[in-house]
């Protein structure tokens, strides 16, 4: 027989997953408790025992996703910036271990990063992104100054940027692709320039 514990969890992840197949079709802001009652087939009440309302709802359901990217970042960049990974082409354990996560939330990740999701999900996980490879730079070289030719802000914007778009691009497309094989163009797109990428350079790796 299940525990008490266990059947919370259990009711949690199927309230959680009535929230991402009713997100399929209507944007955050208009989901109600209603709806979510509804998919998950359990009554309002049973939603109250575990979340206030929605947004209670949905503020867990992320702070939990952020706090353990925040874990990641705070404990496997220590390796990040060394060349030879890209040299050997491996990912830096903190790319891996990111993208496992992304993989493990894929439903939630594409849920609120996407048109119908929290518009402040994507801005939070930048800013954590930001802060990490500001902080990791300053450890590697002294300070948090990129390269003199292009402003700092626009040079950490290209880079996290680079790095969300690759992976919304692999989890809203069915390409097939593995996570090791994203975090594997998530490498390159950290070391290839564009010109590179167009095929022209000199390195067609």
């Not at 990974?85 to 594409?110: C, H, Q, T």
Request: proline letters at 3%.
């Amino acid at each position: 027989m299940a525990s008490q514990k266990e059947r919370q969890e259990k009711t949690e992840t199927n309230i959680i997953q009535a929230l991402l197949e009713v997100g399929q079709t209507k944007l955050l802001a208009q989901i109600s408790v209603s709806d979510i009652t509804r998919v998950s087939h359990i009554n309002r009440g049973t939603f109250y025992l575990h979340f206030l309302d929605k947004n209670d709802l949905v503020n867990q359901v992320t702070k939990g996703f952020i706090e353990q990217v925040q874990m990641i970042l705070r404990t496997e960049m220590s390796e990040s910036m060394d060349y030879r990974y890209f040299s050997e082409d491996k990912p830096y354990p903190v790319i891996k271990n990111l993208v496992d996560l992304v993989a493990e939330n894929k439903e939630l990740v594409r849920f609120m990063l996407g048109i119908n999701g929290d518009p402040e999900f994507y801005p939070t996980i930048t800013a954590e992104l930001k802060t990490a490879i500001l902080n990791d730079l300053k450890r590697v070289k002294g300070n948090q100054d990129f390269t003199s030719s292009i402003p700092n802000e626009y040079a950490i914007r290209l880079i996290t940027s680079m790095i969300l778009t690759i992976i919304k691009t692999w989890i809203d497309g069915d390409d097939g692709l593995t996570k090791e094989a994203v975090s594997k163009i998530i490498m390159k797109g950290l070391y290839l320039s564009p010109y590179q990428m167009l095929g022209i350079g000199k390195s067609r790796k």
